[in-house]
């Protein structure tokens, strides 16, 4: 797997500045322990954006919807127990 450095993702960050902002983040799905997608919105439309930090496959990407799944997982059953407690 090609390596995530510091040129890679000073490209990323260039091209989501350049496309997708402003943006309003509606929706946060943690489709893994590592794996966050976040659904934008911008002037355009709708749009997914994937972070990964896999120690082995770390990634940032514009992705599809991910599906659904009522799959409790650790940073959802945080954020949910900070917001009751």
């Known amino acids: 797997m090609q390596p995530f450095d ?5 490209a990323v960050c260039s091209e989501l ?6 943006a309003r983040l509606e929706t946060v799905y943690q489709r ?12 355009q439309g709708r749009s997914w954006l994937t972070i990964c930090w896999h120690p082995q496959a770390a990634r940032i990407h514009i992705d599809s919807a991910p599906p659904r799944y009522p ?3 650790p940073l ?10």
């Not at 510091?6 to 000073?10: C, H, I, K, M, R």
């Open 32 to 43: 893994d322990r590592h794996t966050l997608s976040l659904g934008l919105r911008t002037l």
């Open 76 to 85: 959802a059953t945080k954020f949910s127990l900070k917001l009751k407690g």
């Open 71 to 73: 799959i409790p997982l």
């Open 6 to 10: 510091f040129t890679t993702q000073s």
């Open 17 to 22: 500045y350049r496309n997708w902002l402003p």
